[in-house]
């Protein structure tokens, strides 16, 4: 069973970096041909995909978000890492954190982040 988790702070302040990290258990996120997405889900709003890391470590992200994205992994944690630069209170938001095989099969359970002074 593949579990996901994401960890990180809940408040950041505008114009600084978030950083989340999703660590994944029950499965590699080598293992070819899944992509390890981040999505988001604003208040009051529907699901907004960010982007991926694919198993061989190629990265792709959202055209609208793609200025201030960076998705990276680290394979000896089985973890990858979501930064989103200079926020705003725009992007404050429930972060998740998914497994990608032509749907999405897997999620974390999902974390606030509250963009705010």
């Known amino acids: 069973q593949v579990q996901l988790q994401e960890s990180g702070p809940g408040l950041v302040k505008p114009s600084q970096t978030l950083s989340l990290t999703c660590t994944v258990s029950?499965?590699?996120?080598?293992?070819?041909?899944?992509?390890w997405s981040w999505i988001r889900q604003p208040p009051g709003k529907g699901l907004e995909w960010i982007g991926y890391?694919?198993?061989?470590?190629?990265?792709y992200y959202s055209p609208s978000l793609k200025s201030r994205t960076s998705i990276s992994r680290d394979t000896s944690k089985n973890q990858f890492t979501l930064q989103l630069y200079s926020v705003t209170p725009e992007d404050t938001a429930v972060y998740y954190c998914?497994?990608?095989?032509?749907?999405?099969?897997?999620w974390g359970q999902g974390t606030q982040v509250t963009v705010s002074s």
């Open positions: 890391v694919a198993f061989n470590g190629d990265t």
């Open positions: 998914a497994r990608e095989d032509n749907r999405y099969d897997y």
């Open positions: 029950g499965g590699s996120i080598t293992t070819a041909n899944y992509f």
